[in-house]
T-cell receptor, first 111, second 113 residues
Framework: AQTVTQSQPEMSVQEAETVTLSCTYD???????LFWYKQPPSRQMILVIR??????QNATENRFSVNFQKAAKSFSLKISDSQLGDTAMYFC????????FGTGTRLQVFP | EPEVTQTPSHQVTQMGQEVILRCVPI?????FYWYRQILGQKVEFLVS????????KSEIFDDQFSVERPDGSNFTLKIRSTKLEDSAMYFC???????????FGPGTRLTVT
């Protein structure tokens, strides 16, 4: 069975600072993508960033970047220059043929 | 920008009643999914649908659940006889390919009383 572990239930960061959210997963698949989704209080699921497992280069999307370590099955998300609007639940989700979500990290950005 | 839409946004029903949750995926997407999220818990996969048939379903997706693509635009989830534990947010998602990013609708909050 595929599992996803997000070991930080809650994190907080001051505005403009950098924060890293951790994620480890377990899969026997070789071909997959990995995603981070954000869920603000509205509960809408919003795609933050994606990483193809066959690519060694870490994905970057504006202030968001990942550190992908395939052998270690680790996929952390770094948010630079944190903004108040980044306050949300963040879910890590590998996708083999369906998304398997972790339990999430609640991120609070404070002024 | 294309988006996935879902109706209704909130559905209240009595235990034992049938409900149909509706979704309109992004028009050029071929893969469709339903997920659910019980309040305070993680998002769980229910079912995937491709080429007019179920590709995969989870243990949650028992005989009480069914999906259908009745026309070229809608994708529905039906729960035949709702239980209290079916109360959750139900998300529809669609994607262009199996491994690609999935785009989520805003969800339907189902409350079973």
């Amino acid at each position: 069975a595929q599992t996803v572990t997000q070991s930080q239930p809650e994190m907080s960061v001051q505005e403009a600072e950098t924060v890293t959210l951790s994620c480890t997963y377990d899969t026997s698949e070789n071909n997959y993508y990995l995603f981070w989704y954000k869920q603000p209080p509205s509960r809408q699921m919003i795609l933050v960033i994606r990483q193809e497992a066959y690519k060694q280069q870490n994905a970057t999307e504006n202030r968001f970047s990942v550190n992908f370590q395939k052998a270690a099955k680790s996929f952390s998300l770094k948010i630079s220059d944190s903004q108040l609007g980044d306050t949300a639940m963040y879910f890590c989700a590998p996708n083999t043929d369906k998304l398997i979500f972790g339990t999430g990290t609640r991120l609070q950005v404070f002024p | 920008e294309p988006e996935v839409t879902q109706t209704p946004s909130h559905q209240v029903t009595q235990m034992g009643q049938e409900v149909i949750l509706r979704c309109v995926p992004i028009s050029n997407h071929l893969y469709f999914y339903w997920y659910r999220q019980i309040l305070g818990q993680k998002v769980e996969f229910l079912v995937s649908f491709y080429n007019n048939e179920i590709s995969e379903k989870s243990e949650i997706f028992d005989d009480q659940f069914s999906v259908e693509r009745p026309d070229g635009s809608n994708f529905t989830l039906k729960i035949r006889s709702t239980k209290l534990e079916d109360s959750a947010m139900y998300f529809c998602a669609s994607s262009e390919g199996t491994f690609y990013e999935q785009y989520f609708g805003p969800g339907t909050r189902l409350t079973v009383t």
